[in-house]
């Protein structure tokens, strides 16, 4: 069988998985805290029919360039551009946005602590600041129920103001974490992440320290998908398979006139 069968099949395969990975972004691009996805590749081992810098007689002579045959294309990775997404303005006292590096921390009703770039939080009926699914944010802080007005400052701060009072009191403190490595964190849908190996130890910090983001209230992160850039790789993608598909229909062209040979 000729090798450009396989190898172009390879081609088909890498390509279906690029189409399947900007149909994710564009299915995304209103996702708040979404960060885009993008397909790595990386090329198959070759096969040697002529060794390079093999000895092509008994003097010693040394072959300048092999002959190297490709088997083709392979996904190695499908990495995550975690760059900055535009802030949008939403007024809700409990919408909360990261401007710069870092995640909030949630607790999942199995004890695990999950990670997430989207700040559409609300109370519970306890009081306790939660996610959209309800599940709670950490460090765990609650409203008073009397509260006639809630602020979340720049550095993650919650204040209160309580009837009789002039001065806003502190209920609590926000904690944001950094990964050495957020592309290693495993999605789990929900927009939450959790840690990995590859990922490294989550690193806490106060919002607005060095290399922290800041809490913008009353905003939230929105996708950070580029969608004429998708289109533009969406079409890339397609013509690549079709130009893969050429090769094959080419190749069997090729075996069926070696085939009618007589």
Do not use: C, H, W
Not at 89 to 114: E, K, R, V
Not at 176 to 186: A, C, K, Q, T, Y
Not at 246 to 251: A, M, N
């Amino acid at each position: 069988m000729m090798r450009s069968l396989d190898i172009a099949a390879t081609g088909m395969q890498a390509q279906q998985t690029n189409v399947e990975v900007i149909s994710n972004n564009i299915a995304n691009m209103t996702t708040t805290g979404y960060k885009r996805q993008r397909a790595q590749f990386q090329d198959l081992i070759y096969q040697d029919l002529r060794r390079v810098g093999s000895y092509t007689s008994d003097t010693g002579t040394i072959l300048p360039a092999g002959i190297q045959v490709g088997l083709g294309v392979q996904t190695s990775a499908i990495g995550r551009n975690n760059e900055q997404g535009n802030l949008q303005q939403t007024n809700n006292t409990f919408d909360l946005a990261l401007q710069g590096n870092g995640y909030f921390q949630i607790q999942l009703p199995s004890g695990q602590i999950s990670y997430t770039r989207d700040g559409t939080f609300s109370l519970s009926p306890t009081g306790e600041i939660v996610s959209a699914d309800g599940y709670v944010v950490m460090p765990g802080i609650t409203i008073p129920n009397n509260a006639t007005n809630v602020t979340v400052n720049n550095v993650g701060q919650v204040q209160v103001m309580l009837p009789g009072q002039t001065q806003p009191q502190t209920v609590g403190q926000l904690q944001i974490v950094l990964f050495p490595n957020p592309e290693g964190l495993d999605a789990q849908g929900g927009n939450l992440f959790v840690q990995t190996a590859a990922s490294g130890n989550p690193i806490p910090g106060v919002p607005g320290s060095p290399g922290y983001a800041t809490v913008q209230q009353g905003f939230l992160e929105v996708s950070n998908v580029n969608v004429v850039s998708e289109i533009t790789d969406l079409i890339t993608a397609q013509r690549a398979y079709e130009m893969n598909s050429r090769v094959i229909t080419t190749s069997d062209q090729m075996l069926s006139t070696l085939t009618n040979l007589r």
